[in-house]
């Protein structure tokens, strides 16, 4: 039972539940999902911010909420 991705063993338990990847592989793929999900916007005098892709914030142009 090697991973699909890299070739590593993977923990039996992991296999049978489905989880086809090593834990690093595994890591990189969640943390992939995660990031799809999320923009990273500027904000003023606050530095970085993470907001949804979705959210009403980055359609309103003004990072600050301001009105």
Known sequence: MNCIKCGEPVPP???EIGRHTCLSC???QANYEVAR???LVLNPKQ???IV???SPDLLNGKSSGRQ
């Open 47 to 49: 530095g970085y911010g």
């Open 37 to 39: 999900d999320y923009h």
């Open 52 to 54: 949804e892709k979705g």
């Open 26 to 28: 595994g890591s990189d």
């Open 13 to 15: 338990a992991r296999w």
